[in-house]
């Protein structure tokens, strides 16, 4: 096992090379980034100053080294917008945007395996069809909408919640709340799915022989098994949860990475979405080896080999 | 992205049927509820198109004495006399009318991007799964990695570098959503190449791009739709929310997600202003979902019978007959089968009795009868074989008595099974529940599958007394070491942290059976015990189970379809055919002298030591249909003996001698045959 984590991690890192060079390509050859920070209706010599003065007109190969060269110090340049150094800019919000996903799984997850669990226990059931509504509505959700409207609800009308900010817990319900939504509906489903397909086994038939309780045999024997395509998907989740941060973030002012990408592309500035590329191939990289760990974990097969 | 997307190929890897034109009309006459969302996307397509003539204002005028107008309030208008339905925005433009046009944006974006993607995605899917090789390679690497970065974080990046707009939008998700196509189109391709009219479209020299659109394209629609429409809707909701952010379609041009962020400057003040347009991106995308999962459904009826099936906890189905009571059932004079040892009355206490069993599978192609009134009694210390071809009801018909059987779609229809005296089909689920392993007992064929491969076999064996004795965790391990070595499983201490796929086939059986008898049950039943392993091992369990019978003096009942794997161990058989005992008595006379057709057919197709070998021939036709079950006698299209009563009256189970039945009418024939 321990040669399978480190097979991945190398993966991991040829994977984090290639993106960044990619974005760095792209950055460059497909958009001039002098001309996009000034707009289209800038004029040559403006465009031609700033590329000089931040080494844009030099041969893409000279600029890649240094390029390069900065990344492995960590030194992404500084962000135009803000005028200070990038990755300090990224890495700033990097804890707020991981507690609000942190808060967002802990709630979906458990509440959507025990949802899934029992929706497949008893197909047709009433808690059946609400799992069908739930996943359907999860993967319907408009989540900014659903965001305003938690806020009219909640925090204009009742003023039971804060609107917006992020200085203690109960600023993180709402935003929670929202992000949550997709993510329950699908590991909901998930679970059931795979429920299904474990309940149907030889393994379950035996269990039953052995007259195992109904309740063990479900939340034991068949959650088991079925945990390992779920915990694939929850991982999927967990990175999916930056989609809905950058929309989430924005509509109840949360101080995260998702807010700062918005800003770096509305203002165009490419060395910070650079860092942003950066923290965020990271924060994924992390995030499936947490779920591969997980998974060879739980299964024995991938663990004894 | 990726989590969406896989989630979504899951479903769609499963067996989808055509969607015809008839199969979607058909179903909508069954799921009439179908028509209001069909009836939204009608109204929403004629909005889009014909806003210019249907919107009540312009969506460009703007009237500042009307800004933020609330909805229902009386036009104040000089240009138009209808009134602000749904009021109107910071810029006293009247939202409906906004909300119209919106709609044309929205499903123009969605339309374009999946067109576009879609053409991408189902093009290299194609090409991938039908030449293979390096390119399949590159492509499905591409799609792989593509599939691992958060789709609108990919989005974000791409308008950077192109700014926003129509188009730029479309280049978008063109760019970020065409691997799901390709995904599908891929496997299904891959499937399709191997089969036959594919193979045959090219021995006949067709060319390549011929065979991928004529042949193999059209059978990929009915996935293909239910994607299509899954991703319209996912597009819709990533253009609102990219509009949302300022970084879509731009205004002027109404977008709903811009309209969206309008209005949250004035949420204090101006419910309306998100309310509505949010509503129609919801009703939008709630729509296509319910869509894509209906036409799944539609091009799937197993789907659909997954979907709406409850799990019925009623082991006696109330819709058809009720159970017969006992006595009744036993007084059937000369039908009546006793398999007890010469000497003893039948209406002696026996340790396990069934009586007139039957089991029916509801499933949507209709109804199985799968046991059709099956009846016989075990004792203690003896050994009865259920011999019979797959899909006689030997499985079934023990599933049942153990009340493990899959319900739906198995239901027991009547009949009784006493052990003890005590019908276990009356007793409570609970109650039930405690016999089994307790008392009666049950392994499987396939010791692999049937072990839960999540759990070290120790624990699995020391479940049987944790579940039924509340012993502790460390004594019930120590007791299952105990049995393994008493199943003779080498170095069991060590073993018993091992999990079952570290295990021989042999050593799992093994395993099994200890858990089995951990707790001394009165009953051991054994379906297909050694058919799923080497020969040599064969002999190796049946010897085991044979010795741990003499040991405990439990009653045994071996399933199997070859006689010669039980021939030594049993003393009793009951042949089984269409769901009934078709034969019954002790092994050795009907081995000597079988008295139905079936049986001298079984008999016949295995090598026996005594015989010559040329006579080793098989049954000759297939095992009945369980749908619609030959009249008369069900043995009649295969039987050598067959005369024209068989076709029309059914054999009752003749008492041929003593302990012996046989449901044939020409019994004494075939005796005598022998
Ligand atoms: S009843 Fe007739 S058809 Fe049936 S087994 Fe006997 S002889 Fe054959």
Not at chain 2, 119 to 139: E, H
Not at chain 2, 191 to 200: D, K, L, T, Y
Not at chain 2, 201 to 226: E, M
Not at chain 2, 653 to 666: A, D, F, I, P
């Amino acid at each position: 096992m321990a040669r399978y984590v480190v097979r991945r991690f190398i993966q991991s890192i040829f994977v984090l090379v290639v993106v960044l060079s990619l974005v760095f390509f792209a950055g460059r050859v497909i958009g001039n980034p002098a001309a996009l920070i000034l707009g289209p209706e800038a004029r040559a010599e403006d465009v031609k100053t700033l590329e000089e003065r931040f080494g844009y007109d030099q041969p893409l190969l000279v600029q890649f080294g240094r390029y390069a060269r900065g990344v492995v110090a960590g030194d992404f340049g500084n962000s135009w917008w803000q005028r200070r150094p990038a990755l300090p800019m990224a890495l700033e919000r990097l804890p707020a945007t991981l507690n609000l996903a942190a808060v967002t799984m802990l709630f979906a997850l458990p509440l959507a395996m025990i949802l899934g669990s029992l929706a497949a226990w008893k197909p047709g059931s009433l808690i059946d069809k609400g799992v069908n509504v739930l996943s359907l509505t999860g993967a319907s959700a408009v989540d900014f909408w659903v965001g305003l409207m938690l806020i009219l609800f909640f925090a204009v009308q009742l003023r039971w919640l804060p609107t917006s900010g992020s200085d203690s817990l109960k600023f993180v319900i709402l935003p929670a709340l929202t992000l949550a939504l997709r993510p329950l509906g699908r590991v909901a489903q998930v679970t059931r799915s795979a429920m299904l397909e474990q309940m149907s086994k030889p393994y379950i038939k035996t269990a039953r022989a052995k007259g195992i309780r109904e309740r063990k045999i479900v939340l034991g024997h068949a959650l088991k098994n079925a945990f390992i395509p779920i915990i694939t998907l929850s991982g999927d989740e967990a990175v999916s949860t930056l989609n809905g941060a950058v929309v989430v973030e924005t509509v109840f002012a949360w101080p995260g990475l998702g807010l700062l990408i918005v800003s770096a592309v509305t203002n165009r500035d490419l060395p910070l979405i650079e860092a942003l590329v950066f923290v965020v191939a990271i924060l994924i990289i992390v995030t499936n080896l947490l779920v591969d760990l997980t998974y060879s974990y739980l299964d024995p097969k991938v663990r004894y080999g | 992205m990726t989590a969406s997307d896989r989630a979504g190929l899951r479903d769609l890897e499963e067996p989808v049927r055509l969607i015809t034109a008839r199969s979607v009309l058909g179903a909508l006459l069954r799921d009439r509820l179908m028509l209001f969302p069909l009836l939204f996307l009608v109204v929403l397509a004629v909005t889009a198109i014909g806003a210019d003539f249907l919107a009540p204002h312009d969506p460009f005028d703007q009237n500042l004495r009307l800004r933020n107008l609330p909805p229902m309030t009386a036009s104040a208008s000089e240009t138009s006399k209808f009134p602000y339905v749904l009021g109107a925005d910071p810029l006293g433009r009247d939202l409906l009318s906004r909300l119209m046009h919106g709609a044309r944006v929205s499903l123009a974006v969605g339309l374009s991007s999946v067109i576009a993607s879609g053409t991408i995605g189902i093009l290299l899917g194609l090409v991938a799964g039908y030449y293979r090789g390096w390119l399949d390679d590159i492509v499905m690497r591409g799609v792989d990695a593509l599939m691992g970065i958060p789709g609108l974080l990919l989005a974000l990046f791409i308008l950077y570098l192109v700014g926003a707009g129509f188009w730029n939008l479309v280049l978008v998700f063109a760019l970020t959503r065409w691997m799901i196509y390709t995904r599908v189109t891929r496997g299904m391709t891959l499937s399709f190449r191997e089969q036959p009219f594919v193979e045959g479209a090219q021995t006949i020299g067709c060319s390549d791009s011929r065979i991928i659109f004529r042949h193999i394209l059209p059978n990929l629609v009915p996935p293909i739709l239910v994607l299509v429409t899954l991703e319209i809707a996912i597009v819709i909701l990533a253009e609102a929310g990219l509009s949302f952010l300022g970084l879509g379609i731009q205004p002027p041009a109404p977008s709903w997600g811009r309209m969206v962020a309008t209005g949250r400057d004035y949420i204090t003040n101006a419910w309306w202003l998100i309310t509505f347009p949010g509503l129609a991106i919801l009703l939008t995308a709630l729509t296509l979902n319910l869509m894509a999962t209906w036409l799944r459904t539609v091009s799937d009826p197993t789907q659909r019978w997954r979907w709406f099936t409850g799990r019925s906890e009623q082991f006696h189905d109330p819709e058809t007959e009720i159970v017969v009571p006992r006595r009744e059932q036993s007084s059937r004079g000369s039908m009546d089968i006793s398999t007890s040892p010469p000497g003893t009355a039948a209406d002696v206490h026996h340790l396990l009795e069934v009586i007139d069993l039957r089991v029916k599978f509801r499933t949507p192609y209709g109804v199985l009868n799968a046991v059709n009134g099956v009846s016989y009694t075990l004792n203690r210390g003896e050994t009865l074989a259920i011999l019979g071809e797959s899909g006689s009801g030997k499985t079934v018909s023990a599933e049942a008595v153990m009340g493990i059987l899959d319900s739906p779609p198995a239901f027991v229809t009547g009949g009784s099974v006493l052990f003890d005296g005590v019908d276990l089909l009356l007793v409570s689920q609970s109650r039930r529940r405690r016999l089994c392993g307790e008392k009666i007992a049950m392994i499987f064929q396939d010791p692999l599958s049937a072990l839960n491969p999540a759990y070290t076999v120790g624990s699995q064996i020391a479940g049987m007394f944790q579940e039924h004795r509340g012993t502790s965790k460390r004594e019930a391990i120590a007791k299952a070491i105990e049995l393994m070595e008493r199943v003779r499983i080498p170095s069991a201490r060590e073993r018993a942290q091992d999990y079952p796929h570290q295990f021989s086939g042999g050593m799992r059986q093994r395993v099994m059976i200890a858990s089995a008898i951990a707790l001394d049950p009165d009953v051991l039943i054994a379906d297909e015990p050694t058919t799923a392993l080497d020969v040599t091992v064969q002999a190796q369990i049946m010897e085991l189970l044979a010795e741990l019978q003499v040991e405990t003096g439990m009653g045994l009942i071996l399933i199997t379809h070859d006689l010669g794997v039980v021939a030594d161990v049993a003393d009793y058989v009951a042949v089984m055919y269409a769901g009934k005992i078709v034969e019954s008595g002790p092994i050795a006379e009907i081995y000597k002298r079988p008295a139905h057709p079936y049986t001298k057919g079984l008999l016949a197709s295995i090598p026996r030591a005594d015989q010559k070998m040329e006579y080793l021939q098989p049954i000759s036709g297939a095992p009945p249909n369980l749908q619609s079950i030959p009249s008369g006698c069900p043995f009649h299209p295969r039987c050598a003996f067959v005369v024209d009563r068989c076709f029309v009256e059914p054999p009752p189970l003749y008492k041929v001698r003593q302990e012996r039945s046989s449901s044939c009418h020409r019994f004494e024939d075939v005796m005598h045959a022998s």
